[in-house]
C-alpha cells in the first residue's frame, strides 16, 4: 500500500545553493514563494527528497524544515499580497 | 471562549521590508529560520498579525503564506542541516 503524505517545505540555505535546492525540489513538489513548497508524496518520494537534499545542502550552515500532514485537509492555507506561486505565475 | 490556532507563516517579501516583517511578526510568534515563524495565536491575535502585515508589506509585490490549524498535533516537523530558531540560537 503507498503511503501519500502531504508536505510544506521550507528552507534557509546559503544563496550559492539556493538554485539547486529549488531545481531539485520543483521535480517532486509545487514551488509557492521562494524558499517554500508544498505538495503530495508518497513516503518512498519524501526519503528520495531527503536523501537528495542532503546532497545539495551544507549541514552546518544550511537548514531545511519538512512540515509533514496526513493530508491537505489538516490546515487551511491564507495568502496576503500576491500569488507567486501555486496559483499565480511563477517569478523564476 | 479564546480559540487558540496554530500558524506556520512564510514570507518572501521585497529586502527592504524583511526586516520590519520579521521585528514585527518576532513579537507573536517563534523564529524558525529566515522568513518563517510558527506558534500559537489567539484568533484576535492572528487578526493582529494580519492587520499589522498588511501595513508593512507591498500586497504588489511580497508574498505571505499563513497556514492555520487547529494545534501543532496536526503535523511532524523535521529539521536538516543545523537548527537556527525554535530550539537553536537565533542568527540576528
Known sequence: MVVIVYV???YDVNVERVN???KF?????????????????SSADLEE???GLREIINEDEDMVVI????????????VM??????GGEEVI
Not at 512540515?67 to 491564507?78: G, I, L, N, T
Not at 499580497?81 to 501555486?86: A, P, Q, R, S
Open 20 to 22: 539547486r535546492v529549488k
Open 49 to 51: 527528497v531527503k536523501m
Open 8 to 10: 510544506i517545505v521550507a
Open 67 to 78: 512540515y509533514r500532514f496526513r493530508s491537505a485537509d489538516a490546515f487551511k492555507r491564507e
Open 25 to 41: 525540489l520543483r521535480r517532486y513538489l509545487n514551488w509557492v514563494q521562494n524558499s517554500l513548497f508544498e505538495g503530495e508524496l
Open 81 to 86: 499580497g500576491i500569488e507567486k506561486g501555486l
